[in-house]
């Protein structure tokens, strides 16, 4: 017997449109590339990204056609996540910072026909413009004034000019809440990046998921300034739960540095943030180096990399800001668990709290986990065995956009994340190795097939392998061993350089470290788990 109630599709649009009606005149402010600060509200937000929805019918934009963005976190690009996605277009969110060769290949696969950029973007959008023949249109985000005269840029337009022309009047379309919403590429496992596409469904389930109290347990009461930038999992799905519970929003644009964050924060009393550890690192040293403190700021969310102990302490003993540490991944839209503790736990002393809070946190409901042995048998949830993590759910990829790396789940479902972890009988799980081959920075990752690869081209290199090496501001930074090739001589120095051009600056090795050999498996493949032990002692250079 089915049940009795009505179905309505799960659209994105309506958080919009429910923000709108409800908490019209909340304020969006952000900090513009242009330098300035800009504010608005849901209403208006809701206004112009209607306009971006008659302006893109009037190009005649097919519906699940890609729309690229290249932007910072701002209203503009706020606007575009309902204006693209409500009309059925799919919003594809490129991180500018990749190498213009990388980004160029990812806006190929994603056959976008538009590509909406901050102004700041422009130079690199004529080196990559040649290279993109599928864009029919390059829309920079900004005034038609600012738009300079001769960029040799094709088919380039103003986006105030673009939806200044195009009604606010629209009636956000209802259609299958599984068709696809946004793109979002991740480079965090073997091979080219590889496309991870939501839907309506799994982007309103994993917002209202992330909404829960024992989630990030937002309100309207709420002034949220979100760090994560709108290019990384759609900023932890912030722009959507932000507007279904109607708080005020703070976009940060570009500057993350300590100083512009923290003026934010003071200046429109932002309670709630979330960010990679790396803009923590960067803002605490701002806080120390000027003897600040925070007068709103109460909770943030950690995740992308591990939070380190001394930062939850340190936001909690000196400045009252509450951690909560989140883990999750692009393919899982990204949460898959958060660090709240449960009632039982709040007489605990701190010590026992502390080290609960510093697991990565326990599964949201609508995510299951298991953790399992090489056969995939499956580990017991006892916190102390660990084993290959793995995930299912409504709002975790099924398979990557295009097909590409074939079938991805397990015979129950299950999606291999690529880190190992244990659980305890509570799900507070804690990741205690990674098994994919890949080095986070910044929170942005590193390709290490990519690293050895260019490495592997240099005339004098035998095998080259690139690990991952602690980094206090970074989390981690790549190295490259090298095993040189007999009668060959060449220094670091000289492999180091001939990355150039090859990948972004921030990508290419701090060191590179020669060795007789690298220990290798059965099968001949290199032992990176081996390797790191090797280096465990090892100190960047400073
Ligand atoms: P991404 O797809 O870029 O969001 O990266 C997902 C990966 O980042 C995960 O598979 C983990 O390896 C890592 N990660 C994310 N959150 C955490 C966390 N809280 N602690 C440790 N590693 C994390």
């Known amino acids: 017997m089915l049940g009795l109630m009505q179905y309505h599709p799960l659209m994105i649009s309506s958080a919009i449109e429910f923000a709108a009606n409800y908490h019209g005149d909340t304020e969006i402010v952000s900090r513009r590339v242009e330098g300035d600060i800009h504010r608005t509200s849901y209403a208006e937000v809701n206004r112009r990204a209607k306009r971006i929805a008659n302006a893109l019918d009037a190009m005649q934009v097919a519906r699940s056609a890609r729309v690229g963005t290249l932007a910072w976190n701002g209203y503009r690009h706020f606007e575009l996540y309902y204006g693209v996605s409500g009309s059925g277009r799919v919003l594809h969110t490129v991180n500018p910072r ?44 900004c005034d038609a004034d600012k738009l300079p005269a001769d960029t040799g840029v094709a ?60 989630v990030m347990g937002l309100s309207s009461r709420d002034c949220v300034l979100p760090v994560v930038p709108m290019f990384h ?6 722009p959507y739960l932000m507007a279904m519970v109607g708080c005020k929003v703070v976009f940060p644009g570009a500057q993350l540095d300590g100083k512009s964050i923290y003026e934010l924060f003071e200046s429109e009393q932002v309670n709630f943030s979330a960010g990679v550890p790396t803009v923590w690192q960067m803002l605490i040293g701002y806080l120390e180096a000027n003897n600040l403190s925070l007068s709103t700021m109460k909770r943030t969310v950690i995740g992308g990399s591990a939070c380190p102990p001394a930062m939850m302490d340190t936001f909690r003993e000196k400045y009252g800001v509450t951690v909560f540490h ?10 898959g668990t958060y660090g709240t503790l449960k009632g039982k736990h709040e007489l605990a002393d701190w010590p026992t709290q502390r080290a609960l809070l510093l697991k990565q946190g326990r599964p949201v409901c609508g995510v299951d986990m298991k953790i399992v042995d090489p056969e995939g048998n ?3 949830h006892d916190g102390k065995v660990s084993g290959d993590l793995m995930v299912r759910g409504s709002w975790i990829v099924k398979e990557y956009f295009k097909g590409e790396g074939g079938q991805i789940l397990d015979h129950e479902g299950y999606f291999s994340t690529g880190d190992v972890a244990n659980i305890d009988a509570d799900g507070f799980m804690q990741i205690t190795d990674r098994s994919k081959d890949v080095i986070k920075s910044g929170g942005e990752w590193i390709s290490s097939i990519d690293v050895e690869n260019i490495a592997m081209a240099h005339p004098a290199v035998a095998m080259a392998a690139c690990i991952g090496i602690r980094h206090a501001k970074w ?8 095993v040189k090739k007999p009668n ?31 220990p290798l498996g059965a099968t001949g493949k290199m032992q990176k788990a081996k390797l790191r032990e090797m280096f465990v002692n090892y100190a960047l250079p400073q």
């Open 98 to 141: 990749l190498h213009p060769e990388q980004m160029a290949w990812i806006i190929n696969h994603a056959e976008d026909e538009l590509l909406c950029f901050d102004i700041t973007f422009l130079p690199l959008i004529k080196a990559i413009a040649g290279h993109c023949p599928g864009v029919k249109h390059w829309i920079a985000l």
């Open 155 to 214: 088919n380039l337009l103003s986006y105030e000019a673009w939806i200044g022309a195009a009604s606010d009047q629209y009636a956000w379309p209802v259609f299958d809440e599984n068709l696809a919403s946004s793109l979002c590429y991740t480079s965090g496992t073997t091979g080219n990046p590889k496309g991870v596409l939501y839907s309506h469904r799994s982007t309103m389930l994993h917002a209202m998921a992330a909404g829960s109290p024992d």
């Open 233 to 238: 999992v759609n900023a932890w799905g912030l």
């Open 326 to 335: 989140a883990w999750g991944m692009t393919e899982m839209s990204p949460l």
């Open 378 to 380: 499956a580990l017991p």
């Open 475 to 482: 989390d981690e930074r790549p190295i490259l061993v090298v």
């Open 488 to 518: 060959t001589d060449v220094s670091a120095r000289e492999i180091l350089q001939f990355y150039d051009g090859k990948i972004a600056k921030w990508q290419v090795p701090d060191d590179v470290q020669f060795v007789d050999a690298i």
